[in-house]
């Protein structure tokens, strides 16, 4: 994942402003945009008539999470690129290892 030099000076200007590195208000910020993401797909389950707009909500909703944990990581001197090679090697190794199996 390759930020944009444009997303890494608007996180850093977000970041200059002391309140935006308190981690608790991070964290904070980032399980609401999580909980957005679970109700935009719940309400495509259970509004069938609204799933068209829900979906659309989704994919902002889906922006913001992403833009938060990036922000996170930025707080923390972590490198995405590096959570995100670590998370899918994770992912391999669960499923290499993982007896699970879906029901539908």
């Not at 659309?56 to 909703?61: D, E, M, N, V, W």
């Amino acid at each position: 994942m390759q930020l944009s030099e444009s997303i890494r000076d608007q996180i850093q200007a977000l970041l200059a402003e002391a309140p935006q590195r308190n981690p608790y208000k991070r964290f904070t910020i980032l399980a609401y945009q999580l909980g957005d993401v679970g109700k935009c797909m719940r309400y495509m389950q259970i509004y069938p008539e609204e799933r068209k707009a829900q979906a659309a909500y989704l994919k902002t909703a889906m922006a913001d999470l992403l833009i938060q944990v990036v922000v996170f990581a930025e707080l923390y001197g972590l490198d995405i690129n590096q959570l995100a090679d670590l998370g899918a090697r994770r992912l391999e190794e669960f499923k290499k290892k993982s007896t699970y199996v879906e029901h539908d």
